[in-house]
């Protein structure tokens, strides 16, 4: 298992903050990562989807954890014997919110994928957390 992890903090209010940020058809609107994104139904458990990113390409994802309000997380199998996974968090802070998302490789692979690809993924997150707190902030 590999594990990175980055976190800003937003003035936005916890509640439009996961408003926005669940709702994973309208990411290319605010993240500069993201080509194209969608979920095949509502956001919950089991509901699969695509994201396609500028770093990363394209797959397909599915819903493997979800605190409503709190947190998701989406897993792709994009690589033999790796599952890797982009969990956002949500966390009431006083004055606003805590933004976090965190990338996780996963399986027989994870120990030498998520070290080769961790950094590069990480890199993108900072872009993506001031994508997401600018859109909450500026409605």
């Known amino acids: 298992m590999a594990f990175r992890e980055a976190s800003m903090e937003t003035r936005a209010a916890p509640a439009e903050v996961w408003r926005v940020w669940s709702d994973v058809n309208t990411w290319p609107a605010w993240n500069p990562d993201m ?12 509901t699969t989807g695509m994201i396609n990113t500028r770093s990363g390409g394209k797959h397909e994802v599915v819903v493997t954890q979800l605190e409503d309000g709190k947190s ?10 790796t599952r890797m ?9 006083q004055g606003g919110t805590r933004i ?21 993924i990480l890199k993108t997150f900072s872009a993506v957390l001031a994508g997401l707190a600018n859109k909450v902030e500026n409605r």
């Open 100 to 120: 976090s998302q965190a990338f996780e490789a996963r399986g027989l692979l994870a120990p030498i994928v998520g070290p080769m690809m961790g950094g590069m």
């Open 85 to 93: 996974a982009i969990r956002a968090t949500v966390t009431p802070i």
């Open 35 to 46: 080509k194209e994104s969608r979920l095949d139904g509502p956001l919950r458990l089991g």
């Open 72 to 81: 998701f997380e989406l897993e792709s199998t994009a690589m033999p014997m």
